[in-house]
T-cell receptor, first 111, second 112 residues
Framework: QKEVEQNSGPLSVPEGAIASLNCTYSDRGSQSFFWYRQYSGKSPELIMFIYSNGDKEDGRFTAQLNKASQYVSLLIRDSQPSDSATYLC???????????FGKGNQVVVIP | SQTIHQWPATLVQPVGSPLSLECTVEGTSNPNLYWYRQAAGRGLQLLFYSVGIGQISSEVPQNLSASRPQDRQFILSSKKLLLSDSGFYLCAGARDVPYEQYFGPGTRLTVT
């Protein structure tokens, strides 16, 4: 089983709609979870992190964590064309704080 | 907040040539440092990580090596490049709980 799995993409959403991305992880002992955004040809940039069950909101982004079911999700509200990118889910796998990354989900926001 | 610098931004090297990529960190001390490779259309592969000067952990056996000669300097090297070494090389740093990683701008390496 892969450490971090993300839905196969790409995800096309109309401008103004909600984009929903999901991520599952295998290590039940994982404590910290991260979402990164990566524009084509650029390096990943951190959007937000979460480590408590429930929701965490930051602007138009909401991260949701369910440790019992071992999944973390990202909602992008009022999607904008500038949100078109690949979104990477990352999970802290313990030890010296290595992160395991999913392969990413491409989001395309259609004007 | 920390800033990760990498150079060069792009590099084209022939098969069999050596490689040296440098990463430096600004704005923090004693960070954890990481080298990743991202092949075209694929996810991030962790190559090496370091928790301090001279301390290197290798994640994938291959013809690459890493060194950390100073607290805020991390170097990725190879004696002889292979075609399969082509990719986007990213350096990242992390400091303090929850150890979120911040990435440098990356080096795009093409081995011909």
């Amino acid at each position: 089983q892969k450490e971090v799995e993300q839905n196969s993409g790409p995800l096309s959403v109309p401008e103004g709609a909600i984009a929903s991305l999901n991520c599952t992880y295998s290590d039940r002992g994982s404590q910290s979870f991260f979402w990164y955004r990566q524009y084509s040809g650029k390096s990943p940039e951190l959007i937000m992190f979460i480590y408590s069950n429930g929701d965490k909101e930051d602007g138009r982004f909401t991260a949701q964590l369910n440790k019992a079911s071992q999944y973390v999700s990202l909602l992008i509200r009022d999607s904008q064309p500038s949100d078109s990118a690949t979104y990477l889910c990352a999970v802290n796998m313990g030890g010296n704080n290595r992160l395991a990354f999913g392969k990413g989900n491409q989001v395309v926001v259609i004007p | 907040s920390q800033t990760i610098h990498q150079w060069p931004a792009t590099l084209v090297q022939p098969v069999g040539s050596p490689l040296s990529l440098e990463c430096t960190v600004e704005g923090t001390s004693n960070p954890n440092l990481y080298w990743y490779r991202q092949a075209a259309g694929r996810g991030l592969q962790l190559l090496f990580y370091s928790v301090g000067i001279g301390q290197i952990s290798s994640e994938v056996p291959q013809n690459l090596s890493a060194s950390r000669p100073q607290d805020r300097q991390f170097i990725l090297s190879s004696k002889k490049l292979l075609l399969s070494d082509s990719g986007f090389y990213l350096c990242a740093g992390a400091r303090d709980v929850p150890y979120e990683q911040y990435f440098g701008p990356g080096t795009r390496l093409t081995v011909t």
